[in-house]
Each structure stands twice: as C-alpha cells, then as structure tokens.
C-alpha cells in the first residue's frame, strides 16, 4: 500500500536552511493535491503550502518568501526548501497526498531552529 517517507529534518540555526522531501513508494490513482502541514507543541496543525496537480503554489503568509514547495505529481514526490529560517518554525512538518480514493500522510520529521 501507499507509504510516505519524510526526510531532511534537523536542527539548524537561525538563518539558516533545510530542504525536505517525502517519497512515495506505492502507487496513488489520480493525485489531487499535495501539501505541507506542522504542528508545534500545544498549537494546532497548521497548513504551510500546497501544490496542486496544475503546478500552482499556495503558502501561509508567515512562510512566504522564504519556503518554495515543488514537486512531481506523476511520480508523487514533494520537496519544501526551507530558507532564512526563524525559530518559531520550529516543529513537526508533515508530507500530505490527496486523491479521491484517499489521503496520506507521512510520519512527520522534527525541524528545530535554534542558536
């Protein structure tokens, strides 16, 4: 079955940059969307950026400017290059695939900013 495997996560200083990547080793039947999600501890899930099958990027606006989402929705890859990082991007970052038949997530992979 479908299977997402985040990596690319770690502790880095502020200012400085990670780039993430989840790969898919199954098969997904007419990809719909796919996405960036984090969580830090006690807040909510929050959505970082998506991109859709057309190739157009969304991203909240505490990101933009400085994290570019890109990927391959043939081969249902996705990447998030991660610049200028802040501290407060601390947290757990989650790969997203949607499809009509279903949505999957990766394990999630821990980005900490700090000096």
């Known amino acids: 079955q479908v299977q997402l495997v985040e990596s690319g996560g770690g502790l880095v200083q502020p200012g400085g940059s990670l780039r993430l990547s989840c790969a898919n080793s199954?098969?997904?039947?007419?990809?719909?969307?796919m996405a960036w999600y984090r969580q830090a501890p006690g807040k909510q899930r929050e959505l970082v950026a998506t991109l859709t099958p057309d190739g157009s990027p969304t991203y909240t606006d505490s990101v933009k400017g400085r994290f570019t989402i890109s990927g391959d929705v043939g081969k249902n890859t996705l990447y998030l290059q991660m610049n200028s990082l802040k501290p407060e991007d601390t947290a757990v970052y989650y790969c997203?695939?949607?499809?009509?038949?279903?949505?999957?997530w990766g394990q999630g992979t821990q980005v900490t900013v700090s000096s």
């Open positions: 199954g098969s997904i039947f007419r990809l719909d969307a």
């Open positions: 997203y695939l949607g499809s009509r038949s279903g949505n999957y």
